[in-house]
């Protein structure tokens, strides 16, 4: 499977911005769907979730509340709805996929094969 990332930019803090991870190559039917993201100088780190069977969604603490991801079927593309970005948002986002991630894994890039290419955001103060 191969998956495209897309919908980075600048944007003002405060703001939103909406990133889109589609797949082809497969569905992501049967998988887990992560959204991690890497700052200069820093590890990449889990930041939202999606069993795409069920729907069921998850979050880091530091994006509750102002992150959702969402899927679409007909398109099978998974989404993250960014707003009320902060300058700590900024980094490069990843989406990966995997049909045997475990729940328990979810968080972790290791339970991942399959990785986007990422994409910048970069939120000013």
């Known amino acids: 499977v191969q998956l495209q990332a897309s919908g980075g930019g600048l944007v003002q803090a405060g703001g939103s911005l909406r990133l889109s991870c589609e797949a082809s190559g497969r569905t992501f039917r049967g998988c887990t769907i992560g959204w991690f993201r890497q700052a200069p100088g820093k590890e990449r780190e889990f930041v939202s979730g999606?069993?795409?069977?069920?729907?069921?969604?998850y979050y880091t603490d530091s994006v509750k509340g102002r992150f959702t991801i969402s899927k679409d079927n007909a398109k099978n593309t998974v989404y993250l709805q960014m707003s009320s970005l902060k300058p700590e948002d900024t980094a490069v986002y990843y989406c990966a996929a995997d049909a045997n991630t475990i729940l328990s894994a979810m968080r972790r890039s290791s339970a991942y094969d399959y990785w986007g290419q990422g994409t910048l955001v970069t939120v000013s103060s």
């Open positions: 999606l069993r795409w069977n069920s729907g069921n969604t």
